[in-house]
Each structure stands twice: as structure tokens, then as C-alpha cells.
């Protein structure tokens, strides 16, 4: 037999092996892709953004969704809520939200768009424990000085109903802000800001 015929044969197998391996590799990455394509996982994966109804929020209550597998917040603030907000501020230690805790469109007395619907990340900003929300005022237990806010037990971080940090706790700034806008009177997207492509 010539080289030339062994070395056909040889190319001819590593053709194959080749194109084996290669088949190999396209379906061993097609099993993650084909994964992916199940909406909820998707949709997981890539954080993407969270619809919120409050058409039947009342006021006062907190409606609780998940955003990029952490929890996010969205109260119905009363009027006697945001009446009491500037009440509270000599205690804060960021009550102009001068620390950037939330986007610009937030950056006001009352953390939000509209002053009625707050949305947060229910993540304490100290180590990460989930703050209980405590719309009431003076309740036994956070003695009569508390205005209503939310207050994480971990190791005792105290924030008003605007998310905003007291001082003297270990809770270093407010409470996060996520991106947000209304896509309706009713709706907001968690998660994306404004004009952002779908
Ligand atoms: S995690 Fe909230 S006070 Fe420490």
C-alpha cells in the first residue's frame, strides 16, 4: 500500500472523528440551550423585569414579589403615612437620599414616583436579613417613638416608611431602590427603567 493510500485512510477517520465530536459538542450544547428556553427559567436567569398589579392594593398594605431572586416591596402608602414622613427626618441618617440607594427619579422626600406606591428591595442593607414591615405607630414592642416603618430583627435596623435608615443602628444606608416605572395607572415593571427595550 502507497502513503498516499494510508494517508487517505487516516484522513478519512479523522474526518469522521471530526464531525463525531463535533455532533457530540452540538448536541451536549444544545441540552442547556434547550433549558433556557422554558420561559420561567429564562426569565430567571436573565433578572428580567416583574410586573406589579396595585389596582386592588389597599391602602396601607405591601404586596411582595421576586426580582432576580431577591425580594422586592411594594407599599400602599396612606396620606397620614406621608404626612408623618418629614416628622421623622432629624432622626435619618440619609433623609435627602444623598447616598445613591435609588434612581434619580426616586431621589425625593418620599423615595418613589408617585408618593403613594413605594417600591423596594426588602434586603436590610446591613447583612442582607429581611426587615418586617411595621406600618403602625408606637406598637409595644418598638416603643413610642416609632412612626411606622420596617424593621429588621437580625440585629435591630430600624427605617421609616420611605426606606430611609435611622441612626444609631447597623443598617449603614437606605434601603435599595430598584428600577422601576409604571407601564399602566395600575402596572409597575420592576426591574427595568423607562423607555427600556422589552
Ligand atoms: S441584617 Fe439587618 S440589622 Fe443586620
Not at 404586596?63 to 425580594?71: A, E, K, L
Request: net charge positive; hydrophobic share 40%; with cysteine.
Amino acid at each position: 500500500m502507497s502513503n498516499d493510500g494510508v494517508d487517505l485512510k487516516k484522513r478519512r477517520f479523522l474526518t469522521i472523528a471530526t464531525s463525531v465530536v463535533g455532533g457530540l459538542g452540538v448536541v451536549a450544547a444544545g441540552v442547556p440551550f434547550a433549558a433556557s428556553l422554558r420561559p420561567s427559567e429564562r426569565a430567571r436567569a436573565l433578572g428580567a423585569p416583574v410586573e406589579v398589579d396595585v389596582s386592588r392594593m389597599e391602602p396601607g398594605s405591601i404586596q411582595r414579589v421576586q426580582w432576580r431572586g431577591r425580594p422586592v416591596w411594594v407599599v400602599h402608602r396612606t396620606d397620614a403615612v406621608l404626612e408623618r414622613l418629614p416628622s421623622v427626618e432629624g432622626k435619618l441618617r440619609d433623609p435627602a437620599s444623598q447616598v445613591l440607594q435609588q434612581p434619580a427619579y426616586a431621589a425625593n422626600p418620599h423615595r418613589s414616583i408617585r408618593p403613594e406606591f413605594l417600591v423596594l428591595v426588602g434586603s436590610c442593607t446591613h447583612l442582607g436579613c429581611s426587615p418586617s414591615y411595621r406600618p403602625e405607630v408606637a406598637p409595644a414592642d418598638l416603643g413610642p417613638e416609632w412612626q411606622g416603618g420596617f424593621f429588621c430583627a437580625c440585629h435591630g435596623s430600624r427605617f421609616d416608611l420611605a426606606g430611609r435608615v435611622y441612626q444609631g443602628v447597623p443598617a449603614p444606608t437606605n434601603l435599595l431602590v430598584p428600577p422601576h416605572h409604571y407601564v399602566s395607572d395600575t402596572v409597575i415593571r420592576v426591574g427595568e427603567e423607562q423607555g427600556a427595550a422589552a
